[in-house]
T-cell receptor, first 111, second 114 residues
Framework: SQKIEQNSEALNIQEGKTATLTCNYT??????LQWYRQDPGRGPVFLLL?????KEKRKERLKVTFDTTLKQSLFHITASQPADSATYLC??????????FGQGTTLQVKP | ETGVTQSPTHLIKTRGQQVTLRCSSQ?????VSWYQQALGQGPQFIFQ???????GRGNFPPRFSGLQFPNYSSELNVNALELDDSALYLC?????????????FGPGTRLLVL
């Protein structure tokens, strides 16, 4: 079955550094992959979408890469700030056209 | 602000009871999806409605059912509640036009089953 895996351990980094989060998937070739941010007790908020024919996408301090050979997406936050502390979810389109989410990685940026 | 609201924000029920959760969005949101998110996990797809008809279902039993209304509001009903149903329930809509790949989530309803 289709499976998405994200770093289960929380990521702790110092303010100003680059945070890199990983999303690996198996048993599927999605047309696109999405990244969401989720704060405690809140719904996920869409950040970026990257398509299978795109290697990299940027939005302000965010960068996403998509390697369909490795079946992996990397999510980078440059010049990280304490306000970036949250859980980040990756999601891909399943073969039924519905989104499948990873379990999320919690990022803690320390001042 | 996503324009998606959910009610109630929190709910406590006991095992065996039934619950109805609600989702409202701005006009034109023809597609609504419902997700269950257990603590420490990602959202799991329950089902999707398009123009008041079920349009895809995840791996959830029939005691999870839904409705979508002409005014773009939606309900999730869960019968015979079990302890494992305790979770954050999220609804999400696609914009009325343009990008049909991005969903906008509501704030969720936190359900606790005792």
């Amino acid at each position: 079955s289709q499976k998405i895996e994200q770093n289960s351990e929380a990521l702790n980094i110092q303010e100003g550094k680059t945070a890199t989060l990983t999303c690996n998937y198996t048993n599927y070739s999605p047309a696109y992959l999405q990244w969401y941010r989720q704060d405690p007790g809140r719904g996920p908020v869409f950040l970026l979408l990257i398509r299978e024919n795109e290697k990299e996408k940027r939005k302000e301090r965010l960068k996403v890469t998509f390697d369909t050979t490795l079946k992996q997406s990397l999510f980078h936050i440059t010049a990280s700030q304490p306000a970036d502390s949250a859980t980040y979810l990756c999601a891909l389109e399943s073969n039924t056209g519905k989104l499948i989410f990873g379990q999320g990685t919690t990022l803690q940026v320390k001042p | 602000e996503t324009g998606v609201t959910q009610s109630p924000t929190h709910l406590i029920k006991t095992r065996g009871q039934q619950v109805t959760l609600r989702c409202s969005s701005q006009s034109g949101h023809n597609t609504v999806s419902w997700y269950q998110q257990a603590l420490g996990q990602g959202p799991q797809f329950i089902f999707q409605y398009y123009r008041e008809e079920e349009n895809g279902r995840g791996n959830f039993p029939p005691r999870f059912s839904g409705l979508q209304f002409p005014n773009y509001s939606s309900e999730l009903n869960v019968n015979a509640l079990e302890l494992d149903d305790s979770a954050l329930y999220l609804c999400a809509v696609y914009p009325a036009s343009g990008d049909q790949e991005t969903q906008y989530f509501g704030p969720g309803t936190r359900l606790l089953v005792l």
